[in-house]
């Protein structure tokens, strides 16, 4: 049975706003009030217990409801990956109003749309892969070879958590192509792609040094 979820994002968590707004358009959108996820946190904070929440609670013929774009993502980057990571899971998207109110998975537009962001995905992990490939050459240029591997980076990190979710990865490669070692692959990402502790240690660093 396919269940649609909800998810309501307030930008303040002081009490001077709340989710009324999104909760009633989600509800009337046919969402049960059981089934609706929210944060009461900048949209350019990393942690986002309800928003985390939410992907876990969601299953493989569920629907993601928003009331509008700019209450999934962080920016761009975020919500592309985070519309990737729905279409690999069989996970439909609806979004209720605003610029992206055509993005509904049960309309051909909508699909549509929604293949748009998962091209969008695939672009930026080759553009990061393909900057990590140069970036190694360069070193191996320099004769930079073997020796202590180089530090995970938020780039490999992102090529990490997209390779890693593809059943046809083999780690030992991916290390090698990353140049860290599998201690140093897991420590920041998890099997199946998840983000680990570290990881959200190291992309929070990266979002403070260029606020």
Not at 84 to 99: C, M, P, Q, S, Y
Not at 110 to 121: D, K, Q, S
Request: glycine share 10%; charged share 30%.
């Amino acid at each position: 049975m396919t269940t649609q979820i909800g998810y309501a994002r307030v930008s303040k968590a002081d009490g001077s706003q709340v989710h009324d707004l999104q909760r009633d358009a989600l509800i009337a959108a046919g969402v049960d009030p059981n089934h609706i996820y929210e944060d009461a946190a900048s949209g350019r904070r990393d942690r986002r217990p309800g928003l985390d929440a939410c992907v876990k609670a969601l299953r493989a013929g569920d629907t993601l409801v928003v009331w509008k774009l700019d209450r999934l993502g962080r920016d761009l980057r975020h919500l592309v990956m985070l519309v990737d990571d729905l279409t690999r899971r069989n996970i439909g998207f609806k979004v209720l109003a605003g610029e992206g109110a055509a993005i509904d998975t049960g309309t051909a537009n909508g699909r549509l749309i929604f293949g748009i962001f998962a091209a969008l995905a695939e672009f930026e992990r080759e553009l990061i892969a393909e900057r990590t490939r140069a970036g190694l050459a360069s070193a191996r240029a320099r004769g930079r070879h073997g020796g202590r591997p180089f530090k995970m980076t938020p780039a490999k990190l992102r090529l990490a958590q997209a390779a890693m979710g593809k059943p046809e990865t083999k780690v030992a490669e991916l290390c090698a192509e990353l140049g860290v070692t599998r201690q140093t692959l897991y420590r920041h990402v998890t099997p199946d792609g998840q983000i680990r502790p570290d990881g959200q240690k190291l992309l929070a660093r990266k979002t403070r040094a260029h606020p």
